[in-house]
């Protein structure tokens, strides 16, 4: 019998199991939330459930793996080109940031695009850590005319297109459409809002609700709920996992498949 290495992994925020050879091929994986057992090779169950003894609770099934849903096979067929997923937040301004750092004249001046890829790390972070609960997050997915959407959402509670907007120690009002931080001159921001949710609908066939997400704020005042955003700060991101599911896992996994493809983005 041949010695296998049992080693931990998450895997879409649930802990598994993974079985493996020394030369670190996988031969099975336990997923703990299903009580399975999934062999890749018939042939080395015994040395698989001896290596997992340790570790097995309760009853277990054990067999094959299943048979992947369309939305895995969807990503399967996925051309690395065109996965979304990978993207970190602030992908794009770190790109940028890279291709055009700023020139030596303005050094002197803090370079906007920094403050915010700050905020979009904060804010991706905050998404990022509610995968345990059923959600995805793509970050930078990009628009034509080189417009994008910070961060989209997808989860039990529905969809959501998430504008981040750096605040670091300024005041913020906000009344619809416009935004004003610190002592700058008010933006009709929330016109850009409501139209990244507005693509995203139709890119994806389905309601995508807009979020503001200001960050880390001296203050934030709000007139007025604005109409067809929600308004959060960083620190609220987890209210979002607190809503009532409206989806189930099957059509969460199904829209997050469609919408880490690029090629459906191109069309809005």
Not at 91 to 99: F, H, P, Y
Not at 182 to 188: A, C, E, I, S, T
Not at 217 to 235: E, K, Q
Request: hydrophobic content about 40%; proline content about 10%.
């Amino acid at each position: 019998m041949r010695r296998l290495r049992v080693i931990p992994a998450a895997h879409h925020g649930q802990e598994r199991l993974y079985v493996c050879l020394p030369d670190g091929r996988k031969v099975a994986w336990y997923d703990r939330e299903s009580a399975r057992v999934n062999l890749l090779s018939e042939d080395e169950s015994e040395a698989v459930l001896s290596a997992l003894a340790p570790y097995l609770t309760g009853r277990i099934t054990v067999g094959p793996p299943p048979v992947p849903n369309p939305a895995e096979l969807a990503r399967l067929a996925l051309h690395p080109d065109d996965d979304l997923a990978p993207n970190r937040p602030g992908e794009a301004l770190l790109i940028a940031l890279d291709r055009d750092p700023v020139p030596p004249a303005r050094r002197l001046r803090a370079d906007p695009r920094r403050a915010a890829l700050e905020a979009e790390r904060t804010v991706g972070d905050c998404l990022d850590r509610l995968e345990a609960a059923g959600w995805y997050t793509l970050h930078s997915v990009p628009l034509p005319g080189g417009d994008r959407l910070h961060h989209l959402t997808i989860g039990p509670a529905g969809l959501f297109a998430v504008h981040t907007l750096p605040a670091r120690r300024q005041r913020v009002r906000i009344a619809d459409p416009l935004i004003t931080r610190g002592r700058r001159d008010p933006v009709p921001l929330l016109h850009r809002v409501r139209a990244d949710a507005s693509r995203a609908s139709h890119a994806l066939t389905a309601e995508v609700r807009a979020v503001l997400v200001v960050v880390d704020p001296a203050r934030l005042t709000v007139t007025a709920p604005p109409r067809g955003v929600r308004v959060l700060t960083d620190l609220d991101l987890d209210h979002l996992a607190r809503q009532g599911g409206t989806l189930k896992p099957a059509d969460v996994e199904a829209l997050h498949a469609m919408a880490r493809d690029r090629r459906t983005w191109a069309r809005v």
